[in-house]
């Protein structure tokens, strides 16, 4: 697996009144697989809005997750780009190498001083933040984590259950006192393209028990977006790397040099993507967020 120490790169986007449009030249890679959609209350994890809005609608978004999300980057991150479609504001927890408990992973006892490493300590952060708490009408939540979980239990040869029982819980914190959060959209991405019965058994969880919750009451609306259909798309099946538009499946920056097109390659540095790669992204989430809608 990849290391998530590095952050990566976005296209910016332009605004219409229900969706994201993204600026970018003629010949730039572009989103060749669409969402799994399906009801929240299946038996199979599916991309699924339940009672989520457009994202015109939201004034802010709240972002928790590690380098794919959050991190030092050369532009945008798919968050932020979907923050600049419509003017929302950016409150950015996601950190590089986090993880959702860093307490399970004695791995990473290196990292474990830095309270951002992990979901709990961004949640905790921005719930003690001092600052006042955005509407939860108009704010929108994400929730991007289990690649650098993933790589830490098929190290240690574990399961993944309780890491997927506290990803939960820590987002059901985030729908009571104080933020009483409306809107909160759970993205997965765990194996990048690659599946397998624990990473599989995670995400079930995950999907099933926001589900649960949501039926309970105790999320309002919410949505689940895998991106393992880009990854899987590109590396390892069909429509393959060229139909995206993808001339270099590898990393641009390697040992202080930068390639000549980054604007067609997957990784920007090991396991972070390119801005090219973060536009697709986000292309993504928004049609989830238009085409997925379901009442279940």
């Known amino acids: 697996m990849f290391s998530l120490r590095s952050s990566t790169v976005l296209a910016l986007l332009c605004a219409t009144s229900s969706a ?29 809005n339940v009672g989520l809005g457009p994202l015109s609608s939201y004034k802010t978004i709240v972002a ?3 380098s794919f999300t959050g991190g030092s980057t050369n532009g945008p991150t798919w968050v932020q780009a979907l923050a600049n479609s419509t003017g929302a504001t950016l409150i950015q927890h996601a950190a590089p190498g986090a993880v959702v408990d860093v307490n399970q992973w004695p ?3 290196t990292i474990q001083s830095d309270a951002s490493v992990d979901f709990i ?27 650098g979980d993933y790589e830490q239990a098929a190290a240690a ?58 039926r309970q009451g105790d999320f309002k609306n919410v949505g689940f977006a895998s991106f393992n259909g880009i990854w899987e798309g590109i590396l390892y099946g069909s ?11 590898g990393v641009c920056v390697q040992n202080g040099q930068t390639c000549s ?24 989430v928004e049609q989830v967020l238009t085409q997925c809608k379901s009442s279940t």
């Open 20 to 48: 994201v449009v993204l600026t970018r030249a003629a010949d730039a890679v572009q989103l060749a697989v669409s969402p799994q959609c399906g009801p929240l209350d299946g038996s199979a994890p599916a991309d699924v």
């Open 64 to 66: 928790f997750g590690d």
């Open 107 to 109: 791995q990473v006892s």
């Open 121 to 147: 300590h961004q949640v905790e952060t921005f719930l003690a933040y001092g600052q006042p708490i955005p509407d939860p009408a108009t704010t929108l939540y994400i929730v991007f984590f289990g690649i």
């Open 157 to 214: 040869e574990t399961n993944m259950n309780q890491i997927a029982g506290v990803q939960v819980w820590t987002s059901l914190e985030l729908a009571s006192a104080t933020s009483f959060a409306e809107n909160v959209l759970v993205v997965d991405n765990y194996g990048l393209g690659k599946t397998s019965p624990m990473g599989d058994a995670y995400k079930q969880y995950v999907f099933t028990a926001v589900g649960t919750s949501r």
């Open 239 to 249: 429509p393959g790397a060229a139909a995206f538009g993808y001339t270099n499946t």
């Open 261 to 284: 097109d980054p604007a067609h390659t997957l990784y920007w540095t090991p396991g972070t993507p390119t801005a090219a790669t973060h536009s697709i992204m986000a292309d993504y």
